[in-house]
């Protein structure tokens, strides 16, 4: 499978490439997205299978719409409403959306700690 994830900004995108493989290429709305943006993100994700995660507020939930509109066949992965954006999401939580969604080979697992070691 050759996927791509968008989000919003940076700061969600460092958040979730601390849980996901580098192979992952992760792409950036940058805010609300324009004409221009949006023709930049369609020739960069290509022919990938795209995952769109956006914030819970009325800011990600509109530029949720414009990605649909862009990206029909993509799916959407959610973070819970008590979290303010993706960037603030724990990683658990993250872990969890993205085995919903099915891409369990690029989840960097975290390294569990043995008590006493």
Sequence with gaps: MDIAI???GKNDKSRIRRVLDDS???FCTFGTPGTVQLEKLRKQVGHKDVFIFTDNDSSGKR???ILRDLFPDAEHIYTRRGYPGVEHTPEEYLIEQFEKAGLEPYIQYPVKYEEGK
Excluded: A, D, F, S
Aim: glycine share 12%.
């Design 63 to 65: 530029i949720r719409g």
């Design 24 to 26: 992952v290429p992760i």
């Design 6 to 8: 968008i989000v919003e």
